[in-house]
């Protein structure tokens, strides 16, 4: 839960935001460098006018300011408020957060079947994130029944993408042989890949990579020159696919 709005908030600040945008662009731009001068009222002063008159990416920035409390009293109501009318406007990043508040066990808004819903129909478009999520909470069996097929199957989409979190994933479902055969140099191959990826200097993708590193380094301790070879093999096939059909 932390880690979704601590990602959404790394967006707003470095002004990532990908999906579509209406509101006037000066409004949009006067209230990220509000937000990068560290004047987050000021920021939410600037899209509020553009929010109250329907635009779901002001309606999504300020819900996601109540959510972590920058700038205001953090509000969880008043925070799903305004992502529930961006959403109805078929915002992506509105969904995400309110699929990571309705997979909350400890808020009130608690409702995994819709989070599920959600997080599913995103994914279907394309959006790595919601295809991470998918493979985590399935992997995980938070909210729903645990499936290593469908966590391996959204993880493999997502990882073939590049996003290092999946490929940490993959990589773990191999080393454990849940829901596929057991296989250390597949397991390998895909710390390995999540380890090696450029980072862009994101802190939540700096983390990924240790942790896709420190896996590596410790499974290798386990593993035959056999095994290794393999794994450089298999690597090598999957860099040269460009991460497509790794498996």
Same mark, same amino acid.
């Given at each position: 839960?932390?880690?979704?709005?601590?990602?959404?908030?790394?967006?707003?600040?470095?002004?990532?935001?990908?999906?579509?945008?209406?509101?006037?662009?000066?409004?949009?731009?006067?209230?990220?460098?509000?937000?990068?001068?560290?004047?987050?009222?000021? $920021? @939410? #002063? %600037?899209?509020?006018?553009? &929010?109250?008159? *329907?635009?779901? =990416? /002001? +309606?999504?920035?300020?819900?996601?300011? !109540?959510?972590?409390?920058?700038?205001?009293?953090?509000?969880?109501?008043?925070?799903?408020?305004?992502?529930?009318?961006?959403?109805?406007?078929?915002?992506?990043?509105?969904?995400?957060?309110?699929?990571?508040?309705?997979?909350?066990?400890?808020?009130?808004?608690?409702?995994?079947?819709? $989070? @599920? #819903? %959600?997080?599913?129909?995103? &994914?279907?478009? *394309?959006?790595? =994130? /919601? +295809?991470?999520?998918?493979?985590?909470? !399935?992997?995980?069996?938070?909210?729903?029944?645990?499936?290593?097929?469908?966590?391996?199957?959204?993880?493999?989409?997502?990882?073939?993408?590049?996003?290092?979190?999946?490929?940490?994933?993959?990589?773990?479902?191999?080393?454990?042989?849940?829901?596929?055969?057991?296989?250390?140099?597949? $397991?390998?191959?895909?710390?390995?890949?999540?380890?090696?990826?450029?980072?862009?200097?994101?802190?939540?993708?700096?983390?990924?990579?240790?942790?896709?590193?420190?896996?590596?380094?410790?499974?290798?301790?386990?593993?035959?020159?056999?095994?290794?070879?393999?794994?450089?093999?298999?690597?090598?096939?999957?860099?040269?696919?460009?991460?497509?059909?790794?498996?």
């Amino acid at each position: 839960m932390r880690n979704c709005y601590r990602l959404v908030q790394i967006v707003l600040v470095l002004g990532l935001v990908a999906w579509p945008q209406f509101a006037s662009a000066d409004a949009l731009t006067d209230g990220q460098n509000a937000l990068m001068r560290g004047d987050d009222s000021g $920021a @939410i #002063k %600037l899209w509020t006018p553009a &929010a109250t008159d *329907g635009d779901p =990416e /002001a +309606q999504f920035r300020i819900g996601m300011m !109540y959510m972590s409390g920058r700038g205001v009293a953090a509000d969880k109501k008043l925070a799903i408020r305004w992502l529930r009318l961006a959403f109805e406007k078929h915002h992506i990043g509105a969904t995400l957060a309110l699929s990571q508040a309705y997979l909350d066990k400890a808020g009130s808004y608690y409702d995994p079947d819709t $989070a @599920i #819903k %959600l997080l599913r129909d995103v &994914a279907e478009q *394309g959006v790595t =994130e /919601a +295809q991470r999520y998918l493979g985590q909470t !399935y992997r995980k069996g938070g909210g729903v029944s645990q499936d290593f097929d469908e966590a391996l199957h959204w993880y493999k989409l997502a990882a073939a993408k590049g996003d290092i979190v999946s490929q940490i994933g993959l990589g773990e479902l191999y080393r454990y042989g849940y829901g596929v055969e057991q296989s250390y140099p597949r $397991a390998f191959m895909w710390f390995s890949l999540a380890g090696s990826a450029v980072s862009n200097n994101l802190p939540d993708r700096i983390s990924a990579s240790r942790i896709a590193i420190k896996a590596r380094d410790e499974l290798e301790h386990l593993m035959s020159a056999e095994d290794l070879a393999e794994a450089d093999r298999l690597g090598i096939a999957c860099w040269q696919a460009k991460l497509q059909n790794c498996d």
